[in-house]
């Protein structure tokens, strides 16, 4: 072995004995054409030769005649074709020497992993350094420069690198979309941003709006929006590429403002000498309110009140004395623009809008429940009266409150109120109560083998409706069991039917809601088909019904009032003169007769069918 100086040339001819040159046919000398050496390290060169059988060399002389590399090489990197999120990554990192004793060392900086290493010989006096590092890919790694360091023995170093190329699927998706406060009827333009490898090449965009989540018809990244509702407008979107898709952005919340628009319910009544106006407009932002009285200048409203959660603004003018040809206007506006009203007088009619509402909405069987009767009327609702409902036939149960308390159970029935002023009575449509309860398996459930086939059918009473889950009895493996659920308003019938086997076991029919379960092992009626059980059971159920009809026709004959069913608009006149009211039989609401006296041409009158007649 021999060490190497710096600006040593090397010779590597052999110097063989004299008889080369006389029978050099008989020798061959193998050494390699060029090894290339650091500084301070080491070469080992192979010599390898063959000679004449009646030579025996004893001698070999080496000549250096080359020049030194000043330099170490680069080594040479490779990594895994395929860098997926979630998959392992090897990089590995080589490099050739000639000092197998003291090899070089290679290191891959901070990069986290398991590192192995390989020392091999190759050919003609050179070895391989061979290092490799393996890691679990993130998508934090995709572009990350992983670089290999080597330190030889004589001190020279080289260096080495390698980007990764990591795929993985879209992530910290948003959505961009410029100014977040619009006017209604702007068209927008939005865009999902995404973070992905390879890109995003579809998309899905959602609006959520009043809580309903709506698909929109977009799967490129920009999406055109050209109908924005008033207010808020919430905008998601979802990234998809090869790899897999994204979760929902986050929230991108659009503002549509819009000028005021006054609202149907604003209105002027006038009674007993005194007018009182009312008007109500929605707006965002926020409407200021003008009045105008019978054609003068403009002034702002009294105490107007808003309403945040719907952008509403109300403000209230009343005046006292007898007003001739009176005129109120009511005018509002914002920076998107404005709206106006010449408001209307009510008329003194029966009431309407009769409703019932119920407290709680899902009350438990047995529980207390309260139903209110509501309802308009000018002038104002005087008494109650509440009915219940059998068909066609009301009993009157009670009078004068608003309001029933009951003591429900599953079969509690059918109401109806009447709300009355001096005008006449107006009725609400008929309301069942609505209340809920645990399963209970009815009488009717039962199994019955015919023909080599059983029918198990269990039916189920629950509010909500009872979900049914079969306990069959064993068939073969080629054989299956047929299941078929019939609802009939809160009766569910389940109807199991499969093949007859020797030993059939129990069949067990187990119904739950969220408010219990109920359980029952169905006994077999032998040789019975379900159509003569149901004609057994209905027949036996059409007597009852007979029997129950006659009871509740003698009851409803003791106890039942004639129905008043008036449900009238309100008669409503924009009052430019005087006015007079006159109403004949204001206690019976069809048929009334309504006189409007005025005093000039210009009285404009708007009826509803009513019922009135109306002379002006």
């Not at 009852?544 to 039942?560: E, G, K, Q």
């Amino acid at each position: 072995m021999i060490t190497l100086r710096t600006h040593v040339f090397l010779c590597y001819t052999l110097r063989v004995v004299w008889c080369v040159l006389v029978v050099a046919e008989e020798w061959t000398v193998t050494i390699p054409d060029q090894i290339s050496g650091l500084k301070g390290s080491c070469i080992l060169i192979p010599c390898s030769f063959t000679h004449p059988s009646t030579y025996i060399p004893t001698n070999v002389t080496w000549y250096q005649y080359s020049k030194l590399p000043d330099t170490a090489p680069r080594p040479q990197l490779s990594v895994s074709e395929e860098q997926r999120e979630g998959g392992n990554i090897t990089v590995s990192c080589a490099v050739l020497h000639t000092c197998p004793s003291s090899p070089p060392s290679l290191s891959f900086g901070d990069q986290r992993g398991v590192v192995q290493g390989y020392h091999t010989e190759e050919i003609q006096g050179r070895w391989r350094v061979l290092s490799t590092i393996s890691f679990v890919a993130r998508a934090e790694d995709h572009e990350k420069v992983v670089a290999c360091n080597v330190t030889h023995p004589g001190g020279q170093t080289a260096a080495g690198e390698v980007v990764l190329d990591v795929s993985y699927a879209p992530r910290s998706v948003s959505v961009s979309g410029g100014s977040t406060v619009v006017q209604v009827g702007t068209n927008l333009s939005l865009s999902c941003v995404s973070d992905a490898n390879p890109p995003a090449s579809s998309y899905l965009w959602h609006l959520l709006r009043d809580g309903l989540v709506t698909p929109l018809n977009h799967s490129t990244e920009t999406a055109a929006v050209t109908d924005l509702h008033p207010d808020e407008n919430a905008f998601h979107c979802t990234a998809i590429n090869p790899l897999g898709r994204s979760k929902p952005s986050s929230s991108f919340v659009v503002t549509a403002e819009y000028k005021p628009s006054i609202l149907a319910n604003s209105s002027c009544s006038y009674h007993a000498g005194q007018v009182i106006c009312r008007c109500q407009a929605r707006a965002r932002p926020r409407a200021k309110m003008l009045w105008m009285v019978d054609g003068g200048p403009l002034f702002p409203g009294s105490d107007p009140t808003t309403s945040p959660q719907n952008h509403t603004v109300m403000d209230i003018w009343a005046a006292e004395g007898t007003y001739e040809n009176v005129s109120v206007t009511c005018l509002v506006n914002n920076t998107h623009g404005h709206d106006k009203l010449l408001l209307s007088v009510f008329v003194k009619a029966p009431p309407t809008n009769v409703s019932i509402s119920q407290l709680p909405a899902r009350p438990l069987e047995g529980e207390k429940v309260t139903l209110s009767c509501l309802g308009h009327g000018h002038l104002p609702i005087s008494s109650y009266r509440w009915y219940r409902v059998f068909g066609e036939q009301s009993v009157l149960l009670r009078e004068d409150s608003g309001s029933l308390s009951l003591s429900v159970t599953r079969d509690v029935g059918q109401f109806r109120c009447s709300a009355l002023n001096e005008m006449g009575e107006c009725s609400s449509d008929t309301t069942a109560v609505n209340v809920e309860y645990a399963p209970a398996i009815l009488p009717l459930s039962f199994c019955s083998v015919n023909d080599g086939e059983v029918r198990c059918e269990c039916v189920v009473d629950s509010h909500p409706v009872a979900q049914i889950i079969w306990t069959p009895w064993s068939i073969q493996d080629n054989q299956t069991h047929n299941i078929t659920d019939l609802l009939n308003w809160r009766i569910l019938r389940s109807i199991l039917i499969g093949p007859k086997v020797d030993d059939m076991g129990d069949v067990l029919c187990n119904s739950t809601n969220e408010h219990g379960s109920a359980f029952l092992k169905l006994p077999f009626i032998a040789g019975e088909t379900s159509v003569q059980r149901s004609l057994f059971y209905g027949g036996v159920g059409g007597t009852l019904l007979l029997v129950l009809s006659f009871a509740s026709f003698l009851f409803w004959r003791f106890y039942s009032t004639k129905r008043r069913d008036c449900r009238v608009a309100l008669e409503e006149v924009e009052l430019k003169g005087a006015l007079q009211v006159i109403h004949n039989d204001p206690t019976d609401c069809p048929g009334n007769t309504l006189t409007l006296m005025v005093s000039d041409e210009d009285f404009h009158s708007n009826v509803y069918d009513t019922g009135y007649r109306v002379q002006v």
